[in-house]
């Protein structure tokens, strides 16, 4: 019985050293891939990601700029979100060397300095809307189109004070929405400028309807979850993948990410889709008209342009713009349908600024939407004899009102 019984012990302590030592190798192996692929995948994003632009416009290549490194690691720790009713999200207050967020989630914005003691007359009050290329990913804060048109409306001699309202991934729909709630707690500004396209175009692309914020397939599958342990539990492991094993959770969804771009059908000219994005979007120039003329504000509207149609690319660029041909292809679509639209260009606040970089040979593109501080600033001086026109126009206004 005794020999029975250390028999029996020696079995299973065998069978427990072997566990642990094929746990211990599994442990050792994971440790040693993981380390790999974070290496391999971070030298990959500094050479072919990440490559930015710089605001030297001599050479017509990429440039690394001194300020860039510290300021994409900066990125990182700003690139945080909080909940906001109805919209979704905002961006979480953030300060740093480069990027400052307020506790609103309002990106900072150069504004001219007060002048103590002076009778001045109020600044005109610009609220600028729009997603990650208006919040400007890619710049700094001085760096923004919101800043340099402030800048530039300064330098002609224009006292505004401009408030950066653009979320980092909002549609046009969630920037209608955003402002009525502004505009609900008696926020009213005199101008009310939007720059979208791309994200629109994006959201459609993924979602397959119009109208619908980004990744909102996330949200669907995020809804109630305290109420469904098994898919609680599923999310629950999932981030704990990607906060510890993120190299090999990189690894996944670039694999996933690259069999649903193979899969992704492209959208015809004449899809249903396009015509009910262009329309979601009318629709939306309509409600801000409207409520301009309630709340007596005026909004000027502008269609952002995009990398595709770039015609002098920067080897860089080049590479940006390869990416995925159907996303190519379905922007080529919406954006000839915007041209075309009679509704939109019939509009005297609506511009088309797609076709700013196409004839222009510097680099300016980050990737296929966002652009470096230098292509900010070009947008910028596209807009600002809009806003100065508005702004007369509102002087002259209020100038008779008192005549009377």
Not at 191 to 200: E, Q, T
């Amino acid at each position: 019985m005794a020999r029975v019984l250390l028999r029996s012990m020696r079995v299973v302590g065998s069978g427990i050293r072997t566990g642990w030592l094929l746990l211990g190798i599994t442990l050792i192996l994971t440790i040693g891939c993981e380390a790999g692929l974070r290496l391999a995948l971070t030298t990959r994003g500094w050479l072919t990601e990440r490559q930015p632009l710089t605001e030297d416009k001599s050479e017509n290549r990429v440039v690394l700029a001194a300020w860039i490194p510290e300021y994409l690691e900066e990125l990182n720790e700003a690139l945080r979100a909080v909940w906001s009713p109805y919209a979704y999200w905002r961006s979480a207050s953030f300060q740093g060397r480069y990027t400052n967020v307020n506790q609103n989630g309002l990106r900072a914005t150069w504004n001219p300095p007060t002048r103590d003691g002076a009778d001045d007359p109020p600044p005109m009050r610009v609220f600028t809307f729009g997603g990650s290329t208006m919040w400007c990913w890619g710049a700094r804060d001085d760096h923004t189109i919101a800043s340099h048109l402030s800048k530039l409306l300064y330098e002609k001699g224009q006292r505004v004070e401009v408030t950066n309202y653009g979320q980092l991934g909002y549609t046009s729909t969630q920037e209608v929405i955003a402002l009525l709630r502004y505009l609900q707690r008696g926020d009213v500004p005199d101008i009310v400028l939007f720059y979208d396209g791309i994200n629109d175009v994006f959201s459609s692309y993924h979602n397959g309807a119009a109208g619908i914020p980004i990744h909102e397939v996330v949200r669907r599958a995020e809804f109630n979850l305290s109420q469904r342990p098994i898919q609680l539990a599923w999310r629950w492991g999932r981030e704990v993948l990607a906060g510890n094993l993120w190299g090999f959770h990189r690894l996944v969804t670039g694999l996933q990410r690259r069999l649903r771009r193979q899969a992704a059908p492209p959208l015809p000219s004449d899809d249903a889709l396009v015509r009910q994005m262009v329309r979601v979007y009318e629709a939306n120039l309509t409600l801000v008209e409207s409520l301009g003329r309630s709340y007596g504000f005026d909004p000027l509207f502008y269609w952002q342009p995009v990398i595709f149609s770039k015609r002098h690319r920067s080897p860089y660029e080049q590479h940006r713009a390869k990416g995925n041909p159907f996303l190519k292809q379905t922007y080529d679509t919406v954006y000839q349908r915007i041209r075309r639209s009679q509704a939109l260009n019939s509009r005297p606040h609506f511009h088309n600024l797609s076709a700013l970089f196409d004839d222009l040979k510097e680099p300016y593109y980050w990737d296929f939407a966002h652009v470096s501080g230098a292509g900010n600033r070009l947008i910028a001086a596209a807009m600002v004899d809009d806003v100065i026109e508005l702004i007369e126009q509102r002087r002259a206004a209020a100038k008779q009102k008192t005549v009377r």
